[in-house]
């Protein structure tokens, strides 16, 4: 049976406002700043969002620097959303202080960072389930395969594309949405 299908016809009827909503915006969608604060996705409107899974012990978390330089280069464009998650290898174990002091040390980061989830399983935070299920993003099924994997989402909050880890955040591939 089609994934897809078989996804959708697993919802229950509380469950229909995600077919019925499956081609609008992440902009309703709630989750908390590293700090604890709501983060109200519908102020980024106008501009496309990177979210990025995040780790500090990781071959990958050198691109904290790269991600730091395209919020930079394209902060009237883009917004650069850091989600740690310590899922892919026990890479981020960090507390939410500790998530932060490493940061700033280490890269500068000044890009808006999320508290720690879950990108993938059971206790999948509904942000990466929008990001991932076809069914709900009305786009394009993914799975997050490992740390610093990237999601695009346009100007109106509609999924646009997905980058594995290896494709550097400055990399023409993410770039060219954004001249």
Known sequence: MNPIKAFVGTLSTSDKHIKQNATESLHHIAINSLQGHPIDLSEFKGRKILFVNVASKCGFTPQYRALQELSDTYKDKLVVIGVPCNQFGKQEPGTSNEIQEFCDINYGVTFLMTEKIDVKGLLQHPLYAWLTKKAINGKQNSTVKWNFQKYLVD?????????????????????????
């Open 155 to 179: 100007e109106d909050g509609e999924f646009l594309d997905y980058f594995y880890s290896i494709t550097k955040p400055m990399n023409s591939r993410i770039t060219s949405h954004l001249k």
